[in-house]
């Protein structure tokens, strides 16, 4: 199959077949990987594919079913080593041509966030690099990396351990101590 370059231009909804599947494949080369490996952060983008279907729902309304592939290389949070994941996943977006902007006032997280409002074209590249933005490991770890415990303190004072900044943590032992009290007078 010969290679689709990332300058795809964005489809214009007029000229999308209303009564049948509109079928994309992208998979970008390697310069394209690049500035999107740049875009995202990542240290590499080895491979990336984004394929599937657009298909008209009702009159209007217009609906993205795909699936994206991708070979990510991300820095350990831990340790800065490279990390690399599979990513594959399912993208469903569908683009509304009588959705509004929340206002102001009623500004609040969308009960479906994969709707969009429907312009005159949809950006196949935009929805697969917010797709695989999505799907990016938040804190990638390489194997065996563990974040080890810091203490800072002043000299001569005791340092203060994640435990004793818990409000409760006293509680407990003051049950316990309470409970020895109380078996004791039995």
Known sequence: MSEITPKIAPLRVVDLAQNATNAFDIRPGPAALRG????????????????????????????????????????????????????????????????SEPTKDDVEMREDETIDPLGSHIDLMEVMREALALALPLYPRATGAD??????????????????????????????QLNKASDKDR
């Open 36 to 99: 999107l490996a740049d875009q995202l952060g990542l240290k590499n983008l080895r491979k990336l594919r984004f394929d599937g279907d657009i298909r008209a729902i009702g009159k209007c309304d217009w609906q993205i079913t795909a699936h994206l592939g991708a070979s990510v290389v991300q820095d350990c949070v831990v340790t800065l080593a490279p990390v690399s994941t599979r990513i594959d996943r399912d993208v469903k977006r569908s683009f509304l041509a009588n959705w």
């Open 147 to 176: 974040l080890e415990q810091a203490v800072f303190t002043k000299p001569g004072q005791k340092p203060m351990q994640d435990e004793d900044a818990r409000p409760f943590a006293g509680l407990a032992d003051l049950g316990a």
